[in-house]
Nanobody, 123 residues
Framework: QVQLVESGGGLVQAGGSLRLSCAASGLTFSTYAMGWFRQTPGKEREFVAALSWTGAGTSYADSVKGRFTVSRDSAKITGYLQMNSLKPEDTAVYYC????????????????WGQGTQVTVSS
């Protein structure tokens, strides 16, 4: 059974940092691209960042470029989203996802999803 479990969310002041983790089991995570998405109430889920299965390719939404960094540990079991200089508009539920397609950031290309972790940034 495939599971992706996010952790690391919480409440932080504007300008602060958080690191989200995504622990994968039941799949060979190293052969999947990893994506991060976020969603706020009443809005569609939006792309945040992605990392190719080799780790050589990254992709970021314009709104987070220069502030967020996506990575994976050397064992390629756990993925991370380092979020710096957080803004109130970053408040959302953040989801990690795994998929076999690289180069298209749309969520339809991701096969497996975590349950999400809440990030709240206060002003």
């Amino acid at each position: 059974q495939v599971q992706l479990v996010e952790s690391g969310g919480g409440l932080v002041q504007a300008g602060g940092s958080l690191r989200l983790s995504c622990a994968a089991s039941g799949l060979t995570f190293s052969t999947y691209a990893m994506g991060w998405f976020r969603q706020t109430p009443g809005k569609e889920r939006e792309f945040v960042a992605a990392l190719s299965w080799t780790g050589a390719g990254t992709s970021y939404a314009d709104s987070v470029k220069g502030r967020f960094t996506v990575s994976r540990d050397s064992a390629k079991i756990t993925g991370y989203l380092q979020m710096n200089s957080l803004k109130p508009e970053d408040t959302a539920v953040y989801y990690c996802a795994a998929g076999k397609t690289w180069g298209d950031d749309r969520e339809k290309w991701y096969d497996y999803w975590g349950q999400g972790t809440q990030v709240t940034v206060s002003s």
